[in-house]
Every structure is written in structure tokens, then in C-alpha cells.
């Protein structure tokens, strides 16, 4: 039987070689193109069974293609490999005729279930085992699932403890703990440990979709079911059949899903989207989420019913600045994990290092850690990373800067922003007085004045749009008076978290990608974050 063709489209090299030595070594045959006019012309002139396109591309969009693909009668299932941003763009594609879609940076299982759901029964015989190919580091990682625990705190021995006495149970698991503290893997350790460890555990980022295509995911669709619906298409649930599905960032789920996912819980059966027949299930759910959902319930973001039957079991992971005693033996474990890559001989870190870690509070937590260690293997200089530790985890205005492509939320490399002190100040093109001052006749020796608005007064226009003033964060929602001691210190944390990012964004020219970068967070992160601040983009508000 001919090898099955898959055409990679995406204008990043790396991207391209990862994809296709991958897909090699299962079978496929790959061909790539790095522009969307060149994967036009490629799909024009031959025969591929499948097309993995990327969203994102300079000159002509993946979108752009689809649609070009699909007017010119290409019928070969394309998937869409769509950025954590770029959520929007990936509705829009299934609306063009996308058959399935892929978040970046996605695993090598997940590629595969969207290959096998794009050629149903026709995917190719695997080869006789060969070495491994030679693939980015990076690449690698984004690809492996592999998590292990490391810890000797006792905060954290008791939350092991309680996962190996609930494993093999059925119930629902709910994580709780800040960004970065490893929901993530204590979810696969239950996977591994229970009696479903030999199926599928199926991870689905609830923050990382609209409530449409989330609910297409979780429970897939029927053909003609919207716009785009050009196959029948499972869901989450389904591939997880007596498996696990972990829901990360549960707190993110619309209340109508919320809803659905009850149904799934109470019944174990569901309806796809535009289904008539039920879909039974048997899939054990752990879920996870960094935001009190107690509070989400009181302002009516969460529903109170579903919280009862995910709090069966809960468990709670402390952040690393609570467990410092973690601090040094998680830091051997990624010197080990990077060292391989980038720093050959290299098997411990200055005790000036280590102590410095150990101080320092990684507001980022274990995620936090493992980068500045990685950020240390490749930099190979520990004075960089000491400076770091000592301005508060900001990088130092002294590191050197890599040339990076910022296309991924449509900002193109900004020249650097005027400094503020050469700015000159914002002047409004049209002065107006607010009210109007008129002598009346008066009873008595008392004179009377009539205020009366005057004309509307001109919008106000910049000459330099990064000057425009930032709208007042904002109000809580309760007064102060009624606000507890935690309450006015998460108003105060958000407060602060809104100076901090709006200097960055300053700093950047509002890059919101590059400001991502170098305030350590993830860009999904930081355009939520945005949002909560009421933060808004002057190159969309200000009028020129």
C-alpha cells in the first residue's frame, strides 16, 4: 500500500524538521512548504492525503489558504495548528472547512488521535524500530508526556499519599494550587497509578478555547452540525473511554458547559453537538483550576452543584515557597534534564547559586524554577542569572536579547518607544470649556448664575498613541467596608499586578509577546491577566 502524504505547512524551520522526521519515523510520507503561496502551489500540483497548517504566517495566513484551497475544490482534510491566541482564528477555520484543530505546543499522542480521526481506518503500518531522530531539544520536550514528582516536603508527601490511596478508585479528583505548582503531573501520577493506567489520558486546557469549540471538543460533533462540520468528529470523552480526561483550568468553563459536563458526571452519557442518539462514557475525571472557585460561585461564575461533585476529593498543592526544602533537589533534577543539551560536564551549580535559590520566592513556582535553570544551561553564565534572582526574577536590562519573531499575536517587531522624557506632552487639537457662566435677573440683591453644559468637547487625539491615559482599573465588586482581609489583599495584589504590567507594555512598545517574555508568564496569561486589569491596547483605543 502507497504511503500516506501529509503536507506540513508552517514558516518556522524547526517546526517544519520536527514534524516531518516525526511523522517519518510512523510512516508517513511528508513533504513541507514554508509559505502559504508555496503550499498553494504544492497542493495545486499534487496529491496529499492530509495538510497540517499553520495559522500564523507572514504574507499570506493559514486561513488565507484554506480558503483559497477549498474554493479551488481541494477536499484533503486539513488540520489546523492554531497558537493558545489564536483561538478565534481556529473557529474560523473549522467554519472554512478545517477538519480538526491542534493547539501549539501539542504532544505526539495528540497528533496522532487528529491523524486518525482525519483518515479514519488508513493510517500507515509502522516500520520496523529504528534509532530515534535527531530532533530540537525543545521539540522533544513539547512532545514528551513524561512527568515525574520530586519532593520532600511533607506538604507534599501527604498529597502523594493521598493519591496512591484514591488511584485505583473511580471518583473525581480536584487540584487545586497556584499556576506552575504541578497539577499537571500529580493528574498523570493518578492516571499511572490506577487500574486505567493502560488507556488513554486525554488533556484538555479549558482556557484555551471559546465555549464553541470547547464543546466540540469535549464532546465532539456530528456532520453538518455547523458550518464546517464536514465530518463526524469525537469527542474528549469519547477518546478517553475508560481512560482519564484532565480538565485544566476548570474555573475558565462557561457556565452552559458546566451544565453539559454535570450531565457527564451524573449520567456518563452526553449528546454530540448537533447529535440525536446519547453517547455513553466510562472515564474517570480529574480536574484542576488556580482560582477559588468558592468565590467564582458567589459572583455566579461557577455552578455550585458541579463544584459539590467535582470537591469528592481535593487536593491541594502547596507552591514551592512554602516547601524550600524542594528547591535544591528539583534544581539537580533540571540541571540533569538541560545540562545533557547545553552544558556537557556539568553536574552542580555554584553553592552562591544554590543559596540564591533557595532565598528567593519563584512567584512562578516549579514552572518558574525549571526555566531559570534551563535559562542557565543555555546562557552558561551564572552572574546573569544571580542579577536576575536579586532584581526580583525581572531579567536584567544587561541580558543579552535573542532576535525573536513576535508574529504569533500579530505584532510585528516595534522600533524602540520614544523615551519618556523626550515625549512631548499630549496636546488637545480642540480646547473647550466644560460650563458656561450667564448673568440672570434675580429676586433680591442675590445674583443668579445658570450652568449650562456646553458643546460636547472633541475627542481627544495623540500624536503618539502610547501616550494615551490608561482608564482606572477596575472597582472591586463589593465596597470596601464589606471586603475581608483576603479580599482587599487579592484588590491590592491586582493593583500591583497592573503597574507592573503596564510599565512592561510601555516598555515594549506594547509587544504583549515579548512583554509575556520578560515578565516570565505565558502569553495566554498575560492577555487574562490584561483583561482583569482593564488594561486597554492605546493602538486599538486611541484615535489617529
Same mark, same amino acid.
Given at each position: 500500500?502507497?504511503?500516506?502524504?501529509?503536507?506540513?505547512?508552517?514558516?518556522?524551520?524547526?517546526?517544519?524538521?520536527?514534524?516531518?522526521?516525526?511523522?517519518?519515523?510512523?510512516?508517513?510520507?511528508?513533504?513541507?512548504?514554508?509559505?502559504?503561496?508555496?503550499?498553494?502551489?504544492?497542493?495545486?500540483?499534487?496529491?496529499?492525503?492530509?495538510?497540517?497548517?499553520?495559522?500564523?504566517?507572514?504574507?499570506?495566513?493559514?486561513?488565507?489558504?484554506?480558503?483559497?484551497?477549498?474554493?479551488?475544490?481541494?477536499?484533503?482534510?486539513?488540520?489546523?495548528?492554531?497558537?493558545?491566541?489564536?483561538?478565534?482564528?481556529?473557529?474560523?477555520?473549522?467554519?472554512?472547512?478545517?477538519?480538526?484543530?491542534?493547539?501549539?505546543?501539542?504532544?505526539?499522542?495528540?497528533?496522532?488521535?487528529?491523524?486518525?480521526?482525519?483518515?479514519?481506518?488508513?493510517?500507515?503500518?509502522?516500520?520496523?524500530?529504528?534509532?530515534?531522530?535527531?530532533?530540537?531539544?525543545?521539540?522533544?520536550?513539547?512532545?514528551?508526556?513524561?512527568?515525574?514528582?520530586?519532593?520532600?516536603?511533607?506538604?507534599?508527601?501527604?498529597?502523594?499519599?493521598?493519591?496512591?490511596?484514591?488511584?485505583?478508585?473511580?471518583?473525581?479528583?480536584?487540584?487545586?494550587?497556584?499556576?506552575?505548582?504541578?497539577?499537571?503531573?500529580?493528574?498523570?501520577?493518578?492516571?499511572?497509578?490506577?487500574?486505567?493506567?493502560?488507556?488513554?489520558?486525554?488533556?484538555?486546557?479549558?482556557?484555551?478555547?471559546?465555549?464553541?469549540?470547547?464543546?466540540?471538543?469535549?464532546?465532539?460533533?456530528?456532520?453538518?452540525?455547523?458550518?464546517?462540520?464536514?465530518?463526524?468528529?469525537?469527542?474528549?470523552?469519547?477518546?478517553?473511554?475508560?481512560?482519564?480526561?484532565?480538565?485544566?483550568?476548570?474555573?475558565?468553563?462557561?457556565?452552559?458547559?458546566?451544565?453539559?459536563?454535570?450531565?457527564?458526571?451524573?449520567?456518563?452519557?452526553?449528546?454530540?453537538?448537533?447529535?440525536?442518539?446519547?453517547?455513553?462514557?466510562?472515564?474517570?475525571?480529574?480536574?484542576?483550576?488556580?482560582?477559588?472557585?468558592?468565590?467564582?460561585?458567589?459572583?455566579?461564575?461557577?455552578?455550585?452543584?458541579?463544584?459539590?461533585?467535582?470537591?469528592?476529593?481535593?487536593?491541594?498543592?502547596?507552591?514551592?515557597?512554602?516547601?524550600?526544602?524542594?528547591? $535544591?533537589? &528539583? @534544581?539537580?533534577?533540571?540541571?540533569?534534564?538541560?545540562? %545533557?543539551?547545553?552544558?556537557?560536564?556539568? #553536574?552542580?551549580? +555554584? !553553592?552562591?547559586?544554590?543559596?540564591?535559590?533557595?532565598?528567593?520566592?519563584?512567584?512562578?513556582?516549579?514552572?518558574?524554577?525549571?526555566?531559570?535553570?534551563?535559562?542557565?544551561?543555555v546562557l552558561k553564565d551564572t552572574s546573569l542569572v544571580m542579577e536576575e534572582l536579586r532584581s526580583g526574577g525581572r531579567v536584567p536590562a544587561s541580558a543579552p536579547s535573542l532576535p525573536t519573531s513576535y508574529a504569533g499575536d500579530g505584532d510585528v517587531e516595534p522600533p524602540a518607544p520614544t523615551p519618556r522624557a523626550m515625549t512631548p506632552a499630549p496636546v488637545p487639537l480642540v480646547a473647550t470649556s466644560s460650563v458656561q457662566v450667564l448673568e440672570?435677573?434675580?429676586?433680591?440683591?442675590?445674583?443668579? $448664575?445658570? &450652568? @449650562?453644559?456646553?458643546?460636547?468637547?472633541?475627542?481627544? %487625539?495623540?500624536?503618539?498613541?502610547?501616550? #494615551?491615559?490608561? +482608564? !482606572?482599573?477596575?472597582?472591586?465588586?463589593?465596597?470596601?467596608?464589606?471586603?475581608?482581609?483576603?479580599?482587599?489583599?487579592?484588590?491590592?495584589?491586582?493593583?500591583?499586578?497592573?503597574?507592573?504590567?503596564?510599565?512592561?507594555?510601555?516598555?515594549?512598545?506594547?509587544?504583549?509577546?515579548?512583554?509575556?517574555?520578560?515578565?516570565?508568564?505565558?502569553?495566554?496569561?498575560?492577555?487574562?491577566?490584561?483583561?482583569?486589569?482593564?488594561?486597554?491596547?492605546?493602538?486599538?483605543?486611541?484615535?489617529?
Amino acid at each position: 500500500m502507497d504511503r500516506i502524504a501529509v503536507l506540513v505547512v508552517d514558516d518556522e524551520e524547526q517546526v517544519r524538521t520536527f514534524l516531518a522526521e516525526l511523522l517519518g519515523s510512523s510512516g508517513y510520507q511528508v513533504r513541507s512548504a514554508s509559505s502559504g503561496s508555496q503550499a498553494l502551489e504544492m497542493l495545486s500540483g499534487g496529491s496529499f492525503d492530509v495538510v497540517l497548517l499553520d495559522v500564523m504566517m507572514p504574507e499570506m495566513s493559514g486561513l488565507d489558504v484554506l480558503k483559497r484551497y477549498r474554493a479551488s475544490g481541494g477536499g484533503a482534510p486539513v488540520i489546523v495548528l492554531s497558537a493558545l491566541s489564536g483561538a478565534d482564528d481556529a473557529m474560523r477555520a473549522m467554519k472554512l472547512g478545517a477538519s480538526d484543530y491542534l493547539s501549539k505546543p501539542f504532544g505526539a499522542d495528540e497528533l496522532e488521535d487528529a491523524l486518525s480521526r482525519a483518515l479514519g481506518n488508513r493510517l500507515p503500518a509502522r516500520p520496523a524500530p529504528v534509532s530515534a531522530p535527531v530532533v530540537p531539544s525543545h521539540a522533544k520536550e513539547e512532545a514528551s508526556n513524561e512527568r515525574i514528582v520530586i519532593s520532600h516536603s511533607p506538604a507534599m508527601r501527604r498529597a502523594r499519599a493521598l493519591v496512591e490511596r484514591i488511584a485505583d478508585t473511580d471518583v473525581p479528583v480536584l487540584l487545586l494550587g497556584e499556576s506552575g505548582t504541578g497539577k499537571e503531573v500529580i493528574a498523570r501520577e493518578i492516571h499511572a497509578r490506577s487500574n486505567r493506567r493502560n488507556k488513554p489520558f486525554i488533556k484538555v486546557n479549558c482556557a484555551a478555547l471559546p465555549g464553541e469549540l470547547l464543546e466540540s471538543e469535549l464532546f465532539g460533533h456530528e456532520r453538518g452540525a455547523f458550518t464546517g462540520a464536514t465530518a463526524e468528529k469525537p469527542g474528549k470523552f469519547e477518546l478517553a473511554d475508560q481512560g482519564t480526561i484532565f480538565l485544566d483550568e476548570i474555573g475558565e468553563m462557561a457556565i452552559r458547559l458546566q451544565a453539559k459536563l454535570l450531565q457527564v458526571l451524573q449520567d456518563e452519557e452526553f449528546f454530540r453537538v448537533g447529535g440525536k442518539k446519547s453517547v455513553r462514557v466510562d472515564s474517570r475525571v480529574v480536574v484542576a483550576t488556580n482560582r477559588d472557585l468558592e468565590r467564582e460561585i458567589a459572583l455566579g461564575n461557577f455552578r455550585e452543584d458541579l463544584f459539590y461533585r467535582l470537591n469528592v476529593v481535593a487536593i491541594r498543592l502547596p507552591s514551592l515557597r512554602e516547601r524550600p526544602e524542594d528547591v $535544591v533537589p &528539583l @534544581t539537580d533534577h533540571f540541571l540533569k534534564k538541560y545540562g %545533557r543539551g547545553f552544558m556537557s560536564g556539568v #553536574a552542580e551549580l +555554584p !553553592p552562591e547559586v544554590l543559596r540564591a535559590f533557595t532565598e528567593y520566592e519563584w512567584p512562578g513556582n516549579v514552572r518558574e524554577l525549571e526555566n531559570m535553570v534551563r535559562r542557565l544551561c543555555v546562557l552558561k553564565d551564572t552572574s546573569l542569572v544571580m542579577e536576575e534572582l536579586r532584581s526580583g526574577g525581572r531579567v536584567p536590562a544587561s541580558a543579552p536579547s535573542l532576535p525573536t519573531s513576535y508574529a504569533g499575536d500579530g505584532d510585528v517587531e516595534p522600533p524602540a518607544p520614544t523615551p519618556r522624557a523626550m515625549t512631548p506632552a499630549p496636546v488637545p487639537l480642540v480646547a473647550t470649556s466644560s460650563v458656561q457662566v450667564l448673568e440672570m435677573p434675580a429676586r433680591g440683591n442675590t445674583p443668579a $448664575v445658570e &450652568l @449650562t453644559p456646553a458643546a460636547t468637547p472633541a475627542p481627544v %487625539r495623540y500624536a503618539n498613541p502610547f501616550d #494615551a491615559p490608561q +482608564p !482606572p482599573p477596575p472597582p472591586p465588586s463589593m465596597p470596601e467596608a464589606e471586603m475581608s482581609l483576603k479580599d482587599i489583599g487579592k484588590r491590592a495584589a491586582m493593583l500591583a499586578e497592573r503597574e507592573a504590567i503596564l510599565a512592561m507594555l510601555q516598555r515594549t512598545a506594547w509587544n504583549k509577546r515579548r512583554a509575556a517574555g520578560k515578565l516570565r508568564i505565558s502569553y495566554k496569561a498575560l492577555l487574562y491577566k490584561i483583561k482583569e486589569c482593564g488594561i486597554i491596547d492605546p493602538r486599538a483605543a486611541a484615535e489617529f
